[in-house]
């Protein structure tokens, strides 16, 4: 176990719906990073918050957001669905950027 | 703008035996950061070993060592006694205050130990 825990480990739904991810850091890590990796692929970094507000913003889509909460955890909002967005989604954090990132298990999205 | 590079896209050796995966990186800068991570078929992510750049003594984590040439920007993983469990995509990922400490990553290699 990472600490980092992302919900649900597994999501199945239909073209054109809204889904929501979930990450909660592990304790005492303020930064939150959301990446996505295809089938075969690397890792995309979708984007990063710190303590609540957004840091950096990578290949997101427009379709996509994300928040941190005063709790630290976050999550991220996929809407209209498109069979493209199957992947696995990682959430990671960081106490330290350059100690490197503790990534959780991952949601695995299934878009049918 | 940095980058990586793991040049060998899968490899497979026996059991036991010790293995090399390649790394290079092209930056500028002097001050920065080296990580390998493993992505077994689990799928989670799990850092293997850190480098920070201004330390000459290669970092070792137990049958984990790397090989990390400044000058030639090159940053290889020597896998050790390897083990069916080693069976991963190993990621190369480079951190800088430039990148805003953001993971630059590498395609990955995948590294298959035969029994």
């Known amino acids: 176990d990472s600490g980092v825990t992302q919900t649900p480990k597994h999501l199945i739904t239909a073209t054109g719906q809204r889904v929501t991810l979930r990450c909660s850091p592990r304790?005492?890590?303020?930064?939150v990073y959301w990446y996505q990796q295809s089938l075969d692929q690397g890792l995309q970094f979708l984007i990063q918050?710190?303590?609540?507000?957004?840091?950096a913003k990578g290949n997101i889509l427009e379709r996509f957001s994300a928040q941190q909460f005063p709790d630290l955890h976050s999550e991220l909002n996929l809407s209209s669905l498109e069979l493209g967005d199957s992947a696995l989604y990682f959430c990671?954090?960081?106490?330290?950027?350059?100690?490197?990132?503790?990534f959780g298990s991952g949601t695995r999205l299934t878009v049918v | 703008a940095q980058t990586v590079t793991q040049s060998q896209p899968e490899m497979s050796v026996q059991e036991a035996e010790t293995v090399t995966l390649s790394c290079t990186y092209d930056?500028?800068?002097?001050?920065?950061?080296l990580f390998w991570y493993k992505q077994p078929p689990s799928r989670q992510m799990i850092l293997v070993i850190r480098?920070?750049?201004?330390k000459q003594q290669n970092a070792t984590e137990n049958r984990f060592s790397v090989n990390f040439q400044k000058a030639a920007k090159s940053f290889s993983l020597k896998i050790s006694d390897s083990q069916l469990g080693d069976t991963a995509m190993y990621f190369c990922a480079f951190m800088s205050p430039d990148s805003n400490y953001q993971l630059i990553w590498g395609a990955g290699t995948k590294l298959i130990i035969k029994p």
């Open positions: 480098q920070e750049a201004y």
């Open positions: 918050y710190y303590n609540g507000e957004e840091r």
């Open positions: 304790s005492g890590d303020l930064s």
């Open positions: 930056t500028s800068e002097n001050n920065y950061y």
């Open positions: 990671a954090s960081s106490v330290v950027q350059n100690y490197g990132y503790t």
